[in-house]
């Protein structure tokens, strides 16, 4: 270990540390754009400018390394001149179009602006023109006008997803950001060049405009999207969630996350939601209310066991629900006395892997769902049920919340149909279920961002889930369908124990800040 | 605020006050009745309107109700930047934006109300606004038949009758562009 100071502040770091990271190990602020620590470093853009006392020259911290007993600033006046001129020159040709920028609010040229700038332009010269909204493929536009050079991207396709598609093009300042003859850069990956671009040069053409993000706010939670369960933070107003980005974990995701999570919003905002029960068929029922329904369903099924017997009803689980919602739902079955029986969306592509983080099991709790049934012991095997169906009054299925992930859904209902009823409990609303040729329930369920919960990931690590919006207000977990199911009440409880669901998000504090 | 007074000496001579009063408006009325407004400029009868008939024209700084303005195509010059919105103290302002075809516009509101209800008319969105897209006329009548007409839609902030037309726009982003800005 180095010991060295950091403006005043005494720090510690391994050997080999670059100053820039003893400056965030210290939690002090620095300005860096070409940096990022999830990438090699390029030391291109020299805003990271620092004072090491004994060298005359100011040095770039990202490409230093500490040395034993360095004493660092960032705060002399000689250093916020040199960081104003790296800023100057950076905004030489920046065309300075914030107010239709997507970047805005976020934007690392605005806040060294208003820190370190705040001054009137010293250039005479007309700015240098680029090309503005490149179309570079189905998920990206490109504005090389706001683009600083700083590499970021390049470095990013290069070193991470190693795909190659970006380069610097021309010299001077013609230089541009691109791909060879504009092809599309659509890898599995590319949107993270968006969260790392540190202007608004590269845009995702799906949040692009929608809002502004200093509407937003924004929470911790583990991607729904496959079993790796990618750290990541929704973005969110009251109207529901807009996007969704990777949160910095070293032990799961790194830095990142694959494009086709960011499409969680598709599953969990209300325009696609079911918004109350139904009970119907063939397109004709009417609608309840959700908990009486689960009430409703939780009796009928009593019933039938009671009458019938309990091989005259089926649950069916998916791996799309948090562990307590598991436990709570295979419990439900278990005293009931029904087989349970797992739904596998993609059979052959369950253990695919690309490298990276996507993984072909496209259910973010499998792991978690196969412990709980061996842990209650329940779980019969699949063919069972396809040989079985005909003779069963109810099936009860633990819907897929994301249902892009589910191409089997409507071959499942036709199955499920061949049964007198069928129960769903599902977040979506489906028109094959509504459309279903026997007797149909429909009970709404909350999604991922709308419950507490665990996930436990492809290799079991128990990650936690929170509460962060509720979109349906109906909308049930599985741990309070299956309570009241069992005849039991629910009980709200008035005290709030999550200290950030106290808080009006949009009432003040934080809006309108720029 | 309020302020409590303690009655003294002084306050209970009121009715002195009060004939004074009443002596200056009983004055001002007679002389109103007696002398005729109009022509004669030393007149000393009070002017009034015959509201409304005739109405007060204000100054083109007076800070009524607002307007959108126009590009030089007559089409409408906000970008949807929100800036206006965020800066309202009232929350009044509501815009939806959207990707324009256009490149050069890039962004543009396809929608853009005010509930002129909750505006204060304090003049945060024209201060806001970087291109000169929102303003406040001297308009200050707001009367309507019902509540929808107090949402302000880009049609009526922008092209209404008394509009003519649409007001230009100060700030023109091809006469920047060709400035080298
Ligand atoms: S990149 Fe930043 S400074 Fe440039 S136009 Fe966008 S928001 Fe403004
Ligand atoms: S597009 Fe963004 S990330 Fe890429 S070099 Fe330009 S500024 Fe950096
Ligand atoms: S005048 Fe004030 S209150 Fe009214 S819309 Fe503008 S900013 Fe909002
Ligand atoms: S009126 Fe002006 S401030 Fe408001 S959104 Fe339009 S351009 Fe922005
Ligand atoms: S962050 Fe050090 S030069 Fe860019």
Not at chain 1, 337 to 342: E, M, N, P, S, T
């Amino acid at each position: 270990m180095l010991k060295c100071k950091i403006n005043g502040q005494d720090v510690e770091v391994a050997e080999g540390s670059s100053i820039i990271e003893a400056f965030k190990a210290t939690g002090q602020d620095i300005a860096h754009y070409c940096w990022h620590p999830g990438l090699s470093v390029a030391g291109v853009c020299r805003l990271c400018m620092v004072e090491i006392e004994g060298n005359p020259r100011l040095q770039i911290a990202c490409n230093t390394q500490v040395q034993e007993g360095m004493v660092i600033n960032n705060n002399s006046d000689k250093i916020k001149d040199a960081v104003k001129w790296g800023l100057d020159f950076h905004l030489i040709n920046h065309p300075l179009d914030c107010p239709i920028c997507a970047q805005a609010g976020e934007c690392q040229l605005q806040i060294q602006y208003m820190k370190f700038g705040q001054y009137d332009p010293e250039m005479a010269e007309r700015k240098v023109k680029k090309r503005k909204v490149v179309d570079l493929g189905p998920k990206i536009v490109l504005d090389t006008e706001r683009c600083i050079l700083c590499s970021r991207c390049v470095r990013f396709t290069d070193e991470v997803s190693k795909t190659n598609e970006l380069g610097i093009f021309n010299r001077g300042d013609h230089s541009e950001i691109g791909t060879v003859d504009d092809r599309p850069l659509d890898n599995p990956y590319s949107v993270n060049t968006v969260d790392i671009c540190p202007v608004g040069a590269l845009t995702s053409r799906e949040f692009r405009f929608q809002q502004r993000v200093w509407y937003l706010k924004n929470e911790t939670t583990v991607c729904n999207g496959c079993s790796t369960g990618c750290s990541t933070k929704v973005y969110f107003n009251e109207e529901g969630m807009w996007r969704v980005k990777p949160d910095h974990n070293d032990d799961v995701n790194g830095y990142w996350m694959c494009d086709e999570g960011r499409g969680t919003p598709r599953f969990v905002n209300k325009d696609s939601r079911l918004l109350s029960a139904w009970n119907g068929q063939k397109d004709e029922g009417q609608d309840l209310e959700a908990g009486a329904a689960a009430k409703a369903v939780g009796q009928t099924l009593k019933k039938v066991v009671a009458e019938q017997g309990s091989d005259k009803v089926a649950f069916v689980v998916t791996g799309q629900y948090t562990d307590q919602e598991n436990r709570a739902f295979l419990s439900l079955a278990k005293d009931l006395g029904v087989k349970v029986y797992h739904w596998v969306n993609n059979p052959e592509k369950m253990d695919e892997f690309d490298g990276l983080l996507i993984r072909g099991d496209k259910n973010p709790n499998t792991y978690g769902l196969k412990e709980a049934m061996k842990e209650v012991g329940v779980g019969s095997p699949w063919s069972e049920l396809e040989s079985s169906v005909s003779d069963l009054e109810y099936v009860v299925v633990a819907g897929p919340e994301n249902h892009f992930a589910y191409s089997d859904l409507t071959d499942k209902v036709d199955l499920f149909s061949k049964a007198n009823h069928q129960v769903w409990f599902v977040a979506g609303d489906h028109d094959v279920l509504r459309a279903a040729s026997n007797k149909v329930s429909l009970i709404p369920t909350k999604t991922y961002v709308e419950k507490d919960g665990t996930y436990k990931n492809f290799e079991g690590r128990e990650q936690r889930i929170r509460r962060v919006m509720t979109l349906v207000p109906g909308a049930l977990s599985l741990t309070e369908a299956s309570k009241l199911m069992s005849g039991q009440e629910l009980l709200v409880d008035g005290n709030v124990s999550e200290s950030y669901r106290k808080t009006n998000f949009f009432s003040s504090n934080e809006r309108g800040y720029l | 605020m309020s302020l409590v007074k303690k009655p003294s000496f002084k306050a209970s001579w009121y009715l002195i006050g009060i004939f004074k009063g009443m002596g200056i408006t009983f004055s001002n009325m007679i002389r109103n009745l007696v002398k005729k407004a109009g022509n004669d400029k030393i007149s000393l009868a009070m002017k009034t309107y015959n509201y409304p008939e005739e109405k007060y024209e204000y100054g083109p700084r007076f800070k009524g109700n607002h307007v959108l303005t126009v590009k030089k195509d007559g089409s409408i010059r906000c970008t949807a930047c929100m800036l206006c919105a965020t800066n309202c103290p009232a929350q009044c302002i509501k815009i939806t934006a959207a990707e324009s075809d256009d490149n050069t516009v890039e962004k543009y509101p396809i929608s853009y109300e005010i509930d002129i209800l909750r505006c204060v008319f304090c003049g945060y969105c024209e201060e806001a606004c970087p291109v000169d897209a929102i303003r406040m006329g001297p308009e200050w009548q707001t009367a309507a038949l019902n509540g929808s007409d107090f949402s302000y839609d880009i049609k009526h902030l922008a092209y209404r009758a008394q509009l003519k037309g649409g007001i230009v726009s100060r700030v023109d982003e091809e006469e920047r562009h060709k400035a080298g800005i």
